[in-house]
């Protein structure tokens, strides 16, 4: 990562620019054109978009109703072609109020993408095409055939601000990632950037790869942003990006991720009436550090607003993982939660020093995202100079990405029969993987385990899982003022080995 203007020798490399080679006129489109463009909007005054009003038809439609909006596959960007992907266009409705302009770049040039009302079906939303007229596209959505022979499955959804999601085989919406984060959490409000224009470039015939450009627009920043999809079992989506800042920001959060938690295995205070076991699309944050050590913070839905950061140098990775995976954790047939994918980044190059962030906000409902996890730059950008990252993201089910040796598997809080609120704050912490099932079951292990000076720790025992092969486990502590947090960390050795990454675990002020 770094700030100033890339030299146009390594732009030309990138997956961007190579995209483009079903463009043979080689001035129709390129990356550089929307860096340009983004570069010249951020020395101009920000000027906020006016979207059209809604007609009402549109505008009270509840939830429900706008979802079951599509847009027909017969009318499907590349519909009757030869190409692998189908893309969709997404109308405005409900809460989703900005007009985006969308453009497809084919060897002849750029084109705009028409609105069409009678491209949707409209049914099950009890309307017509006449009440739609001109309304215009606030996303759209990329279809794929993941498995040879199976029917295109949704594989990559823009829509709302900068938001993206994308889906491998058998995976079901959960994670969203974002273009950019500015000021969140702060007492003086978020700024949600937007994307504004898009560009669809047409891959050539049997690519099973696209790309897709993007102009992102804001009070605070503009940036260029080009997405390389290539869906899979796990979908990839490569993210280059330009970033200019009108202003200086006083935290700019890069490659952000969003997410929802209601309560989890960690919550044993539950007071709702809800048949379901836990409720959240990810639990918890894992990252890669430079160092080489790898960490586990289960996610809380805390009474109050919790931030929480990382120091790191160099990150290797980071994501909001969903590590419990069997139906019986959630017993959800309706969001499957077991099959929301975990995801996963991967900074390319160096991102320098700084710290990773993660926002608990306090949620009543699973309607929230009320997680959200990015990367602070130490050294931020200089306005109106080009500040030049990447990285990629990885959407996952099958095959995580896990630490090398032994991760956690589940965090449990509560008391048994030899722990009770008078003797301190039980926790039960599973691990598992291969540098533990390889050990035998009588092998030395030991937990180290450290508190921040709120926390007391009364027991640290290691216990061999004959049922999964693994190590539990069990630690009670004392919070000496119930009105502050207690950080935990703990690990796993075998003599001077470390064999496990490190749980580290915040108790929120109760």
Same mark, same amino acid.
């Given at each position: ?41 951020? *020395?101009?005054? &920000? ?17 429900? /109703?706008? /979802?079951?909006?599509? &847009? ?34 084919? #060897?002849?040039? !750029?084109?705009?993408?028409?609105? =069409? ?10 309307? *017509?095409? @006449?009440? %739609? ?41 959960? !994670? ?5 984060? %500015? ?10 950037? /937007? ?9 050539? %015939? ?11 627009? #804001? ?27 009108? *202003? ?25 009436? $809800? ?10 944050? /894992? %990252? ?15 009474? =109050? ?6 120091? +790191? ?18 017993? $959800? ?5 077991? +099959? ?28 929230? #995202? ?21 990285? @990629? ?25 030899? #722990?009770? @609120? ?15 099932? =390889? ?55 075998? *003599? ?8 580290? &675990? ?5």
């Amino acid at each position: 990562m770094s700030s100033g203007t890339f030299p146009l020798r390594w732009t030309l490399l990138t997956a961007c620019v190579l995209g483009l080679s079903s463009i043979t006129n080689a001035h129709a489109f390129s990356f550089a054109d929307v860096i340009q463009q983004a570069r010249h909007l951020a *020395k101009t005054p &920000y000027k906020a978009q006016k979207a059209k009003m809604l007609p009402k038809a549109l505008a009270t439609l509840n939830h429900d /109703q706008y /979802q079951s909006i599509r &847009y027909k596959h017969a009318n499907e960007l590349w519909a009757g072609s030869r190409l692998r992907f189908r893309v969709g266009f997404i109308v405005r409705g409900g809460a989703y109020r900005e007009r985006i302009r969308l453009n497809e770049v084919d #060897s002849t040039g !750029v084109h705009p993408i028409r609105f =069409r009302s009678n491209a949707f079906d409209l049914k099950g939303a009890g309307l *017509k095409p @006449k009440q %739609i007229k001109s309304v215009g596209f606030s996303g759209f959505r990329v279809r794929f055939p993941i498995v040879p022979g199976k029917p295109r499955s949704l594989v990559l959804e823009f829509h709302g601000a900068s938001y993206f999601r994308a889906l491998g085989e058998g995976q079901v919406a959960g !994670v969203t990632a974002r273009g950019l984060a %500015i000021d969140t959490a702060l007492p003086s409000g978020e700024e949600f950037p /937007q994307f504004v224009t898009f560009w669809i470039e047409r891959p050539p %015939i049997g690519s099973r790869s696209m790309v897709i450009d993007a102009l992102m627009n #804001s009070r605070s920043a503009t940036g260029a942003y080009c997405f390389s999809l290539r869906p899979g079992i796990n979908t990839t989506v490569h993210v280059w990006v330009h970033l200019f800042l009108r *202003k200086n920001i006083a935290k700019l959060g890069l490659a952000p991720l969003s997410s929802m938690f209601l309560y989890g295995a960690n919550d044993p205070n539950r007071t709702r009436n $809800d048949y379901r076991p836990q409720v959240h699309s990810a639990d918890g944050l /894992q %990252i890669e550090a430079g160092t080489g050590e790898w960490l586990w913070r289960p996610l809380v839905n805390p009474e =109050r607003l919790l931030v929480t950061s990382f120091s +790191l140098t160099n990150p290797q990775g980071f994501g909001l993982m969903q590590r419990a995976r069997d139906f019986a954790h959630y017993e $959800d047939l309706r969001h499957r939660y077991d +099959l929301a994918p975990s995801v996963w980044v991967k900074p390319k190059g160096n991102w320098g020093y700084g710290h990773l962030e993660l926002v608990e906000i306090p949620s009543p409902d699973a309607t929230n #995202s009320n997680i959200v996890a990015f990367w602070v730059p130490g050294n931020p950008p200089v306005p109106k100079q080009s500040y030049d990252f990447n990285y @990629k993201i990885h959407w996952e089910l099958k095959n995580p990405t896990n630490p090398p040796n032994a991760w956690v598997t589940q965090t449990r809080r509560g008391y048994d029969t030899t #722990s009770t @609120k008078k003797n301190g704050i039980a926790f039960v912490v599973d691990f598992n993987g291969p540098a533990l099932r =390889r050990l035998p079951s009588g092998a030395p292990v030991k937990a180290i385990v450290s508190s921040n000076g709120n926390g007391k720790i009364l027991l640290n025992h290691v216990r061999y899982n004959p049922v999964t092969g693994g190590r539990r486990l069990y630690l009670r502590l004392q919070r000496r003022n119930p009105a502050n947090p207690v950080e935990l960390r703990a690990y796993l050795r075998i *003599k001077h080995d470390t064999v496990s990454e490190t749980w580290s &675990y915040i108790l929120p002020p109760s």
